[in-house]
């Protein structure tokens, strides 16, 4: 997965976390900045292999991190 699919699916991912947030551009853009911040913590590993979390839980603990 290239980094950009990888941007898109964290996006997709977290449009579905947050569905209930407002109108699907303001949820759309709010998922997108987030996606951008958790790819930066993250490095890209198309596998996601040496990571402590699968990538789906990982994706909701930074969700949660960055709410708290």
């Known amino acids: ?10 996006t997709c991912f977290l449009v579905r976390e947050l569905e209930h947030r407002g109108t699907i551009f303001q949820i759309f853009d ?6 951008k911040r958790f790819q930066k913590k993250y490095s890209h590993d198309p596998d996601w292999i040496n ?3 699968e990538f789906d839980d990982a ?6 991190d960055e709410r708290a």
Request: proline share 0%.
């Open 59 to 64: 994706i909701i603990k930074f969700l949660k």
């Open 51 to 53: 990571q402590e979390l």
């Open 30 to 35: 709010e998922c997108y900045e987030i996606a």
């Open 1 to 10: 997965m290239s980094k950009n699919k990888d941007l898109a699916f964290i």
